[in-house]
């Protein structure tokens, strides 16, 4: 019964930064994995973040290192996505998603809970 839902999208200019959130109803996040990912027209389903639930084990792919971080505010039931020095090509539709597995993964495929997804759009 777990569900997700994603807050803090919409419309920033290149270079800027947006917070996305990640909550959940009915279950605590601490006990999931939290992937991050978002989707752009024409593209797949894209992994931009990767949160162990058991340690604190991060993954970023090349694309966002150095420029997203997400954390954990167990205090809050919250998972965030700083995203910094954002990009045109960062557009896209995010997603949070959780899956109770310890490891890292960005597969879509390994989540099988997820979010509604909130726009985020870098334009000036």
């Known amino acids: 019964q777990v569900q997700l839902v994603e807050s803090g999208g919409g419309l920033v200019q290149p270079g800027g930064s947006l917070r996305l959130s990640c909550t959940a109803s009915?279950?605590?996040?601490?006990?999931?994995?939290i992937g991050w990912f978002r989707q752009a027209p024409g593209k797949g389903r894209e992994g931009v973040a990767s949160?162990?639930?058991?340690?604190?084990?991060?993954y970023y792919p090349i694309s966002v290192r150095g420029r997203f971080t997400s954390s954990r505010d167990n205090a809050k039931d919250t998972v965030y996505l700083q995203m910094n020095s954002l990009k045109p090509e960062d557009t896209a539709n995010y997603f949070c998603?959780?899956?109770?597995?310890?490891?890292?993964?960005?597969?879509?495929?390994?989540?099988?809970?997820w979010g509604q997804g909130t726009q985020v759009t870098v334009s000036s």
């Open positions: 949160l162990s639930n058991h340690d604190r084990s991060k």
């Open positions: 998603a959780a899956r109770l597995s310890p490891r890292l993964s960005v597969k879509p495929s390994d989540y099988p809970y």
């Open positions: 009915g279950v605590s996040l601490d006990n999931y994995a």
